[in-house]
T-cell receptor
Framework: GAVVSQHPSRVICKSGTSVKIECRSL??????MFWYRQFPKQSLMLMAT?????????EQGVEKDKFLINHASLTLSTLTVTSAHPEDSSFYIC??????????FGQGTRLTVV | AQSVTQLGSHVSVSEGALVLLRCNYS??????LFWYVQYPNQGLQLLLK??????LVKGINGFEAEFKKSETSFHLTKPSAHMSDAAEYFC???????????FGQGTELSVKP
């Protein structure tokens, strides 16, 4: 199957700093990428949908100014958590698809804000 | 609106026993349905998908699922559990807006020796 690479897999940052997470589709062009957040022992919560070259569509309740999403190319989307706080600590997962495939998922990023 | 309900947040079976993980869906249009597996601190791996072709879908690692429209179900089965099957399993339906996936709550599968 297609490969989606997410980086970093783990990151620890101080409160008030920003963290960038990258999601790359390695062997296909991802017209759409999705960003999810997952709390322990819970399901995936969709944060936003991004289409290449256009602004991301955020789900209700997700702060767009806090979770900045950029999808500048067909193989790369980034999620930046701005001014991170301990409550932003979570597992973030991206997925990518083109119109003809199902979504493939990255390995996830464990963010810990101290 | 579309939704997915997984019955049972935790299922425990003995090694070699049948695995049955339940999933019911709600959809106003013919659904695309998926089962994913997640190991600790990892992303999701696709086990199998239903896309309106054969109702019995075979996936990886010996898993299969049967689409039953009359029961609005898409239960996941495996004849004989292995220790390596212990993981979190998610059923999902593809929404008709932008192709986003709508996930069930997840079922944690434990396999006892």
């Amino acid at each position: 199957g297609a490969v989606v690479s997410q980086h970093p897999s783990r990151v620890i940052c101080k409160s008030g700093t920003s963290v960038k997470i990258e999601c790359r589709s390695l062997d296909f062009q991802a017209t759409t990428m999705f960003w999810y957040r997952q709390f322990p022992k819970q399901s995936l919560m969709l944060m936003a949908t991004s289409n290449e070259g256009s602004k991301a569509t955020y789900e209700q309740g997700v702060e767009k100014d806090k979770f900045l999403i950029n999808h500048a190319s067909l193989t790369l989307s980034t999620l930046t958590v701005t001014s991170a706080h301990p409550e932003d600590s979570s597992f973030y997962i991206c997925s990518a698809r083109d119109p003809n495939t199902e979504a493939f998922f990255g390995q996830g990023t464990r963010l810990t804000v101290v | 609106a579309q939704s997915v309900t997984q019955l049972g947040s935790h299922v425990s079976v003995s090694e070699g026993a049948l695995v049955l993980l339940r999933c019911n869906y709600s959809s106003s249009v013919p659904p695309y349905l998926f089962w994913y597996v997640q190991y600790p601190n990892q992303g999701l791996q696709l086990l199998l998908k239903y896309t309106s072709a054969a109702t019995l879908v075979k996936g990886i690692n010996g898993f299969e699922a049967e689409f039953k429209k009359s029961e609005t179900s898409f239960h996941l089965t495996k004849p004989s559990a292995h220790m390596s099957d212990a993981a979190e399993y998610f059923c999902a339906v593809r929404g008709n807006q932008g192709g986003k996936l709508i996930f069930g709550q997840g079922t944690e599968l434990s396999v006892k020796p």
